[in-house]
């Protein structure tokens, strides 16, 4: 098993549609937790950071459940420019502080 | 703020050939990573520096990579001989803590 998985997709979705990602991780050791946007033949960039009691930016809002070991991305109101790739990452410490990136989900808004 | 700086952006090398990527990271920032992402992956760990030690290096294939980090600020990955199979986007990255800031990647290929 994996240590970061995820459903690579495509998720196909209308604008406007509320779209959501999973994340599972296996360590549960791990501490921190970021969601990454990866535009086709770029590099990642930060999305929003995922905390315990849940964290809101605008039309997206992450969810860490740490008794299922999974993190959510909620998407709401899509627009044509989230299409892209999204990326978790899960950081365990023990010595090394190490991040470990999901394979991404690819979502693609169509009018 | 200059954001972390990558070159060549583009390689094409013979297989067997050398090459060398080099990286300057966020000022201030002590952690450095270099990534290798293949296409329809997320990106995947071979060496993190804490300044100029290299504190994991285990997914790193020794046989033919090697890195350096000298006086803790620039760093180079250099493949000697590059194999087909290397052919890949190269991500050096740098944290003071709160995410992962990369650069905008070396992507080599391997003919």
């Known amino acids: 098993r994996k240590e970061v998985e995820q459903d690579p997709g495509p998720f196909n979705v209308p604008e406007g549609a509320t779209v959501a990602f999973n994340c599972t991780y296996s360590?549960?050791?791990?501490?921190?937790f970021f969601w990454y946007r990866q535009d086709c033949r770029k590099e990642p960039k930060l999305l929003m950071s995922v905390y315990s009691s849940g964290n809101e930016d605008g039309r997206f809002t992450a969810q860490l459940n740490r008794a299922s070991q999974y993190i959510s991305l909620l998407i709401r109101d899509s627009k044509l420019s989230d299409s892209a790739t999204y990326l978790c990452v899960v950081t365990r410490s023990g010595g090394s502080y190490i991040p470990t990136f999901g394979r991404g989900t690819s979502l693609i808004v169509h009018p | 703020e200059a954001g972390v700086v990558q070159s060549p952006r583009y390689k094409i090398i013979e297989k067997k050939q050398p090459v060398a990527f080099w990286c300057n990271p966020i000022s201030g920032h002590n952690t450095l990573y270099w990534y290798r992402q293949n296409l329809g992956q997320g990106p995947e760990l071979l060496i993190r520096y804490e300044n100029e030690e290299a504190v994991d290096d285990s997914q790193l294939p020794k046989d033919r990579f090697s890195a350096e980090r000298l006086k803790g600020v620039d760093s180079t990955l250099k493949i000697q001989p590059a194999e087909l199979g290397d052919s890949a986007v190269y991500l050096c990255?740098?944290?003071?803590?709160?995410?992962?800031?990369f650069g905008s990647g070396t992507r080599l290929t391997v003919v």
């Open positions: 990255a740098s944290s003071s803590g709160q995410g992962y800031t």
């Open positions: 360590n549960s050791a791990s501490q921190s």
